[in-house]
């Protein structure tokens, strides 16, 4: 313990960059681990991920009264037989394209020299040119150099080869078997990995959730059972779908004429685990051998037909139907660990990159020690989406804000989105306010901003429907918002309403004086016309100097607070309402408070008829007070 309060608060104000500089090291360590242990590491990595796309075949045999470890046995040999056999088709394709390129080399300058010729030269044709011209002769035989009286004829310098002394049989036979054994050392691991993961998973899952170190066993285990399952469905979709893709543009390339279209379809399968870059990595190695290959042009155009087909359809038909179409990896994070894998593991790396991420992300939202990870690669909002409404109105952005209503309220009514978002970013600006955090200007700017948004969203034709493909932000709003509640589909006729109602604006909306009032109450006003309730609002100020004007066929007074000053202020407002409107129901909606109990208290409290929390709920009983006796549904607003 440091006495001296000098040395203790110095001690204190370094801890952050002790911490980032520990942080930094801890990140280094790991990453010096990560690529001297490349050799045992990876055929780890490999063993887990093909652990989760095997484990529901293993489940499947032993569901027939298979043993355990006859299971694991026959489906990992039947695996590794397959990817051997697709192994020596690669290698096959792969040595018969190397013994044709130079043909292909010849094609490709004679293609280039007519493009050079027909756009009369250019620095960049030039260069392309004579690159072209090294590959040929470099892949060419001197013999054939010289047939053509090209460069092999000028004069060349005088070869001098050094010999080494003869090596031993053991140099002989280490540098014959060293190539051949590394191989087959990895794949031996990855088969014995595989094999152990396999057959202890239930083991393996216990201790991983002690590490965990939970305090509620069943919840832990729930957590990782769901995170298992999830990434074994996940993989094995993704698995199926990139194996599909492949024979797809193996097949296609074949029907083109492309050469070696099953090594070609195999690299584009492998590649689509990359997501973005993959397929593009993918598509131009087959593109530059179509381009080489006809002396037209026939040829790269099918290939570039092919891929624009086949690639949109597995995108963004096939894949949502599978898993969403989201990786649940924001498109920072994928460029990131693929870049980060690629130096550490080389191109297995690259290929290893988006699962290995899926496994950490998937990790951080069940475990809670892990939680920062989700944060950090996952694409689910890191904000609430109140707390994003609020950070965009700081940010004077309401446009951005109005865009993402939308797309929220093609699947939630209005009502609901205010009550969850809206009023929550108004709760938000109320604390800041009260805290002395937010200026007075400053309060000005937000508030304008939020009207702004409640004007436009209420002018809006919103078309209903959910999207194909939603960003990670709509889908985080929906699924806070939870579903609409009846009420919200209900429209009432001025025929079915009460007499008293059928007034003009029969509801009057008073804004209490804070900054933020004001736009909770065109809220509420806005729900309420869209329901057949017509109403405006007005000022605290205007109803306690008693003006008149507009009042008349007002059936119900709805004081609107974000958080009042007292209960007395609010009783008192409710007495001016009452003496302005003789016979007018009071309503008073006080957004901030939830607690059921607190409300009847509250209701009491300030004499008032009716005390709601929500918009939704305010809407409820405007239409149950307003006495209708037939009702019908909210007809779909078109685009």
């Not at 026959?74 to 096959?92: E, K, P, R």
């Not at 074949?254 to 590649?271: D, E, K, N, R, T």
Request: with cysteine; charged share 20%.
């Amino acid at each position: 313990m440091i006495d001296d309060p000098v040395t203790a608060r110095r001690l204190r104000d370094a801890m952050p960059v002790f911490t980032a500089l520990a942080t930094c090291l801890l990140v280094l360590a790991i990453g010096a681990i990560l690529s001297l242990g490349r050799d045992v590491l990876m055929p780890i990595t490999l063993a887990v991920l093909l652990s989760f796309v095997l484990a529901p075949a293993v489940r499947g045999l032993q569901r027939r009264r298979l043993p355990r470890s006859l299971a694991v046995l026959v489906v990992v040999l039947a695996t590794f037989a397959g990817l051997g056999g697709i192994g020596l088709m690669i290698a096959n394709e792969a040595s018969q394209l190397a013994a044709d390129l130079p043909r292909y080399t010849v094609t490709m300058r004679e293609k280039i020299g007519a493009l050079r010729a027909q756009a009369g030269g250019g620095a960049t044709l030039e260069r392309l040119f004579q690159a072209v011209q090294d590959l040929s002769q470099d892949l060419q035989p001197p013999e054939a150099g010289k047939a053509r009286g090209g460069p092999a004829d000028v004069e060349k310098p005088m070869l001098v080869e050094v010999r080494e002394p003869k090596a031993g049989l053991l140099s002989t036979l280490g540098s014959v078997v060293a190539p051949v054994l590394h191989p087959l050392a990895t794949v031996g691991l990855i088969l014995l990995f595989t094999l152990f993961f396999l057959a202890q998973r239930e083991d393996l899952r216990n201790r991983a959730i002690r590490l965990a170190g939970s305090g509620d066993l069943r919840a832990t285990t729930a957590a990782m059972d769901d995170a298992v399952a999830r990434l074994s469905r996940f993989f094995l979709a993704q698995a199926g779908l990139n194996l599909a893709f492949g024979v797809v543009v193996a097949l296609g390339l074949w029907l083109i004429g492309v050469p070696s279209p099953i090594l070609w379809g195999v690299l584009a399968g492998i590649l689509r685990f990359v997501p973005y870059i993959g397929a593009v990595i993918g598509m131009a190695f087959p593109l530059l051998v179509a381009a080489a290959v006809d002396p037209g042009w026939s040829m790269l155009i099918a290939t570039v037909v092919l891929f624009a087909v086949v690639e949109p359809i597995a995108g963004h038909v096939i894949e949502p139907l599978l898993y969403g179409h989201s990786t649940g990896l924001s498109p920072v994070a994928v460029i990131l660990a693929a870049t980060l894998w690629t130096f550490l593991w080389g191109p297995v790396g690259l290929v290893l990159a988006t699962p290995i991420t899926v496994c950490l992300v998937v990790l951080g939202r069940h475990v809670e020690r892990l939680g920062f990870l989700d944060v950090m690669l996952g694409d689910r909002p890191a904000l609430a989406p109140s707390e994003i409404f609020y950070q965009r109105m700081l940010a004077g952005d309401p446009l951005e804000a109005i865009e993402k209503a939308r797309q929220v309220l093609k699947e939630r009514e209005l009502a609901t989105y205010y009550d969850e978002i809206a009023l929550g970013g108004l709760r938000l600006a109320q604390n800041d306010r009260a805290s002395g955090a937010l200026a007075a200007d400053r309060q000005q700017a937000v508030g304008t901003a939020i009207e702004t948004v409640v004007a436009t969203l209420g002018s809006m034709p919103v078309p209903k429907g959910a999207a194909a493909v939603r960003s990670a932000e709509t889908e985080a709003a929906v699924a806070a918002l939870g579903p609409d509640r009846a009420a919200t589909t209900i429209v009432r006729r001025k025929e079915d309403l009460a007499p008293a109602w059928r007034g003009p604006a029969p509801v009057l909306v008073v804004a209490a004086r804070g900054p933020f009032d004001a736009a909770a109450a065109g809220m509420l006003a806005q729900v309420l016309g869209r329901h057949g309730l017509n109403a405006r609002t007005t000022s605290q100020d205007a109803l306690n100097k008693g003006d008149r004007p507009g009042t008349d066929g007002v059936a119900l007074v709805c004081l609107s607070y974000i958080e009042p000053i007292s209960t007395s202020h609010i009783r008192l407002a409710a007495r001016l309402a009452r003496r302005a409107i003789p016979g007018v129901r009071v309503m008073v909606a006080v957004w901030r408070e939830r607690d059921p109990g607190g409300r009847d208290r509250l209701r009491r409290a300030t004499s008032a008829d009716i005390l709601v929390t929500t918009i939704t709920d305010a809407l409820d009983a405007a239409l149950s007070l307003s006495g209708a006796s037939e009702t019908r549904e909210a007809p779909r607003r078109a685009a």
